[in-house]
């Protein structure tokens, strides 16, 4: 009995070696399932995988600052990729290709870019993974981005030319003046509002025209100060650094062309005894404007 079984084991065994002998070693053992039918040991293909791209902000204006891209790479045993932008404006069938480089993957990235050479217009952006000789190794990601012209500066309007002098007048000084600072010049934290008109402390100032005493008072800067509206013309006129205690008149008072309404001081921020003689038209602040006063005071004078 034993000898019986001992010869059909031998038997059995026989197509084993015989098919081991035919593949010259052990017979290929097959994996189902877990590799898609692929050998054992044969890793997966997987692309990589170009996730949440977009370009910030979306719309910008042509010329301005760069445009921020963001995105991130998903890949299986790779630690960085190259990455290629194709930039295509609407309607058009130019491409403009970008390198970005290589980039780390897993994680988000930002690139700057500078947009150069692109036009105006809506852009179709398509990023890309690519191999060392550009072939595409990834499903392209896009986005879009409106580049705006930048819109035109409109030109200032041209200022309003002064009024003519008034032929009738009189000058604000009584007395012995020269003249010293005019109109525009530069303070250095300001410009110049009027013009400066040098006299002795004491000497009269009066009102150029006929009008209404808009405002009196004291500043820090203008030391005593007295404002007359002229009673026909849209113009206000405007008298710093009064002497101290000589100011004659009241808000609201009526005054006519030489009446007195104060002396010359060196209140307020002054080096020495002079007028500051401003012109405005339009209202004194409020809505006005000053203007070069040295035409009326001449014809004043």
């Not at 052990?26 to 791209?53: K, L, W």
């Not at 009024?163 to 109109?183: E, I, N, W, Y």
Request: hydrophobic fraction near 40%.
């Amino acid at each position: 009995m034993r000898r019986a079984l001992l010869i059909c084991a031998l038997l059995l065994a026989v197509p084993a070696a015989a098919d081991a002998q035919a593949t010259g070693g052990t017979a290929p053992v097959q994996t189902p399932g877990v590799t898609g039918g692929n050998t054992a040991g044969r890793p997966f293909r997987i692309p990589p995988v170009i996730r949440a791209f977009s370009a910030s902000p979306r719309s910008v204006v042509w010329g301005g600052a760069a445009t921020a891209l963001r995105f991130r790479v998903d890949a299986v045993n790779l630690r960085a990729v190259r990455v290629v932008l194709s930039v295509q404006r609407r309607g058009t069938r130019t491409v403009r290709r970008v390198s970005l480089g290589r980039v780390p993957t897993g994680r988000s990235v930002t690139r700057r870019w500078t947009r150069a050479g692109v036009a105006p217009g809506v852009q179709l952006l398509t990023l890309r993974v690519v191999d060392s000789r550009g072939r595409p190794l990834a499903r392209a990601a896009r986005a879009t981005l409106t580049v705006r012209v930048r819109p035109r500066r409109k030109p200032a309007p041209a200022p309003a030319p002064a009024p003519a002098p008034a032929a009738s007048g009189v000058f604000p000084v009584r007395g012995p003046h020269t003249f010293g600072d005019g109109f525009g010049v530069d303070r250095g934290d300001h410009k110049h509002n009027g013009v400066d008109i040098a006299a002795a402390s004491g000497t009269p100032l009066v009102s150029p025209r006929r009008g209404t005493v808009l405002a009196t008072g004291y500043g820090a800067g203008s030391g005593y100060y007295v404002v007359v509206r002229d009673a026909e013309r849209d113009h206000a006129y405007v008298f710093f650094h009064l002497l101290a205690g000589s100011t004659i008149v009241r808000e609201g008072q009526a005054v006519d062309a030489g009446q007195r309404i104060g002396s010359v001081g060196s209140t307020g921020h002054s080096t020495g005894p002079h007028l500051h003689f401003e012109l405005w038209a339009g209202g004194w602040w409020s809505g006005g404007h000053a203007i070069d006063p040295l035409p009326y005071l001449r014809a004043w004078s």
